[in-house]
């Protein structure tokens, strides 16, 4: 009864609008401190200092240090020319190919997923360059929107990546495990959403082709090569155990820093202050929806929802692969209508649980959690990539949407092989970590 009425009011309160970790956190904390849901013997004050303690406990993690300083780390490559080399470098890279350019955009978003681990902050530093020069080669607006939009979901699953950050942080799995589970499975969204764009653009005639020049390739590698030292440094310090994800994370700031305003010089130090509130702006919303989370989740274990969850799978009697493919039909549809970071904490905890009846293995089913919901980034109404991109290209919802739609079906081809593929996401970290 408690949990209906909770989960009921989370996502009434969504529909009217109120910001997310108000509906998280409201609900929850108003039913706690209603007579009756807890025993008569606990008194008011009592519950208040619990609501105190697990709002701060929900933030208290070394872990989660790391969310503010990769969004710092993108919003600085972003303004420091960064973006813009890879992107160059990628172009000369690929744009030989039919749909060159758009296919250069996927590239790019590669490169920097691999620095700032999140999905807005990829989809605004490429697009911000990418949508304006697409649209001058002759690529309709809601189509370059929708390519920009795809490559910045590869933001959450190449690594490093918040989200898996966030879902290491609930379950104790190795996050450097999960980082290495996510590249192979990164790459091979690239690769589907590449072959697609490659496709429309090679049947309905877009972009401009260029004949491929080693010389160029070279100069452009030249101007790169900073850049795409970030990525190495970051990953391989974490991945070789030299740092932790945090200390990745601050090394990350420091080198685009360096890089930005020692050896690009587009970065200046009255930028700064901007810089660091917008980024942290946008870090404090995702931390107050894990505090606010943290009490919903606390609510909901206390009503012994897990056990209830576990009756509620065995009576189904599903096969190990059944009740996957429901666990990932439901996450799809969360996806759809709940901000990544709120869908994580309240799902995490639950889930996770089920790894076992479900027959995957932790670090596999944490990638999948994170595909899911970066699928869910390309779909309305709260498709958070969706949204970046179709602001900077000025089309609306549903022109990006239908453009998408190609793109949406290929990463749903992609997740089938994560779920029923294991070595996709479990052979670096057996490679890494035997």
Same mark, same amino acid.
């Given at each position: 009864m408690i949990v209906g009425l909770l989960f009921g009011l989370l996502f009434l309160l969504i529909a009217l609008g109120l910001p997310i970790a108000l509906s998280i956190g409201l609900p929850a904390i108003g039913l706690?401190?209603?007579?009756?849901?807890?025993?008569?013997?606990?008194? *008011?004050?009592?519950?208040?200092?619990?609501? *105190?303690?697990?709002?701060?406990?929900?933030? /208290?993690?070394? /872990?989660?240090?790391?969310?503010p300083l990769f969004m710092l780390a993108g919003a600085v490559m972003e303004t420091g020319g960064i973006s813009r080399q890879l992107i160059d470098f990628s172009d000369s890279l690929v744009g030989w190919v039919p749909g060159g350019l758009a296919c250069a955009c996927i590239v790019a978003s590669m490169f920097f997923a691999g620095i700032s681990g999140s999905a807005a902050a990829d989809t605004a530093a490429i697009g911000a360059i990418v949508i304006p020069a697409m649209i001058r080669q002759g690529y309709p607006a809601p189509f370059a929107a929708a390519v920009v939009a795809a490559g910045g979901s590869i933001g959450v699953i190449i690594p490093p990546s918040i989200p898996m950050v966030i879902f290491g942080f609930l379950t104790n799995v190795s996050i450097a495990k999960l980082f290495a589970g996510?590249?192979?499975?990164?790459?091979?969204?690239?690769?589907?959403?590449?072959?697609?764009?490659?496709? *429309?653009?090679?049947?309905?005639?877009?972009?401009?082709?260029? @004949?491929? @020049?080693?010389?160029?390739?070279?100069?452009?590698?030249?101007?790169?090569?900073?850049?795409?030292g970030a990525p190495v440094i970051v990953l391989g310090g974490i991945l070789s155990g030299i740092v932790t994800v945090t200390e990745a994370a601050a090394l990350a700031v420091f080198y685009a820093l360096f890089v930005s305003m020692v050896f690009n010089r587009e970065l200046k130090w009255r930028q700064l202050p901007g810089l660091i509130v917008r980024s942290q702006i946008t870090a404090a919303t995702i931390l107050f929806i894990i505090a606010m989370a943290k009490v919903f989740t606390w609510l909901v274990a206390m009503q012994q929802t897990s056990q209830m969850l576990g009756n509620l799978v065995a009576a189904l009697s599903l096969p190990p692969w059944g009740l996957l493919l429901l666990v990932m039909a439901g996450l799809l549809v969360v996806g759809c209508v709940m901000e990544t970071t709120a869908a994580l904490i309240l799902l995490v905890p639950v889930l996770a649980a089920l790894t076992p009846q479900m027959g995957v293995d932790p670090v596999q089913f944490g990638v999948l959690m994170v595909i899911n919901l970066a699928v869910g980034m390309l779909t309305p109404p709260v498709g958070i990539c969706l949204f970046v991109s179709c602001t900077i290209a000025g089309v609306s919802l549903g022109q990006i949407s239908r453009a998408a739609l190609p793109?949406?079906? @290929?990463?749903?081809?992609?997740?089938?092989?994560?779920?029923?593929?294991?070595?996709?996401?479990?052979?670096i970290p057996s490679l890494i970590y035997p």
């Open positions: 706690m401190l209603t007579p009756g849901v807890f025993p008569a013997t606990v008194p *008011i004050p009592a519950l208040g200092q619990t609501i *105190i303690q697990l709002l701060f406990a929900g933030v /208290d993690s070394f /872990d989660l240090l790391a969310v996510g590249m192979m499975v990164g790459i091979l969204f690239g690769l589907n959403f590449m072959l697609v764009a490659m496709w *429309i653009s090679w049947r309905r005639g877009y972009g401009v082709r260029e @004949s491929f @020049s080693p010389s160029r390739l070279g100069r452009s590698l030249k101007e790169a090569l900073w850049a795409l793109l949406i079906f @290929s990463a749903f081809i992609a997740l089938l092989v994560a779920c029923f593929w294991p070595p996709l996401t479990l052979w």
